[in-house]
């Protein structure tokens, strides 16, 4: 089954404490992607990825860091996470040359950090 | 000021009524245009792509006007099942760059 995975689903944390979200698709997509999402802003997206060792920052980048070592995996990267991180994570993935097509996204990783 | 702007709503519709959204976005360089669907904070989905000749699928039809930068989505006959979240998105920069409105809430009452 084509999919997006994201792991883990739910995360509770505390400040400081590094922490990696993964993500991963089977459908061989160059394009991935990273949001969060806020009550009342939408999703904003944090960084995205073109192809393998091709990364960018989107709307809001700081403090997270991201990799693409693989074309498959899109790790989120949190070095020292804050309570204002505290959001709904979403991965998407999209194919190549597809700018009018959609994204797919897993499911989501709710993060809390206290 | 947000770069794609949407009524938050909620909009609260009796089954089978039309209902419209409207979406306005401020980069004039934004080069496609989508309607996603998300139900209670689960992963947004596709709901169409926009296009500048308008487009209809089923129930739904998506308009685009590019000079007054603006996106609409007509929902006829709304179902039960409408009831979500409905995202304008945009995309710049070649596709890669991705803006989320933040979304106008759908209730459709029986």
């Known amino acids: 089954e084509a999919q997006v995975t994201q792991n883990p689903r739910y995360l509770i944390t505390v400040t400081g404490k590094k922490l990696t979200v993964t993500c991963s698709q089977n459908?061989?997509?160059?394009?991935m992607s990273w949001y969060r999402q806020d009550p009342g802003l939408g999703l904003r997206q944090i960084y995205y990825?073109?192809?393998?060792?091709?990364?960018d920052k989107g709307d809001v980048p700081e403090g997270y860091k991201v990799s693409r070592k693989e074309k498959r995996n899109f790790p989120l990267i949190l070095e020292s996470p804050s309570p204002n991180q505290t959001s709904l994570y979403f991965c998407?993935?999209?194919?190549?040359?597809?700018?009018?097509?959609?994204?797919?996204f897993g499911p989501g990783t709710r993060l809390l950090v206290l | 000021r947000k770069e794609v702007e949407q009524d938050p709503g909620p909009f609260n519709v009796p089954e089978g009524a039309t209902v419209a959204f409207n979406c306005t976005y401020s980069?004039?360089?934004?080069?496609?245009f989508f309607w996603y669907r998300q139900d209670c904070r689960k992963e947004p989905k596709l709901l169409m792509s926009?296009?500048?000749s308008g487009n209809e699928d089923g129930r739904f039809t998506a308009q685009l006007n590019r000079a007054s930068q603006y996106i609409s989505l007509l929902i006829r006959d709304s179902k039960l099942s409408d009831s979500a979240t409905y995202l304008c998105?945009?995309?710049?920069?070649?596709?890669?760059?991705?803006?989320f409105g933040a979304g106008t809430r759908l209730f459709v009452k029986a």
């Open positions: 980069n004039s360089a934004s080069q496609s």
């Open positions: 990825s073109m192809n393998v060792e091709v990364t």
């Open positions: 998407a993935s999209r194919p190549p040359g597809a700018e009018k097509e959609t994204q797919y």
């Open positions: 459908m061989n997509h160059e394009y």
């Open positions: 998105v945009v995309s710049q920069g070649g596709g890669f760059k991705t803006i």
């Open positions: 926009v296009y500048s």
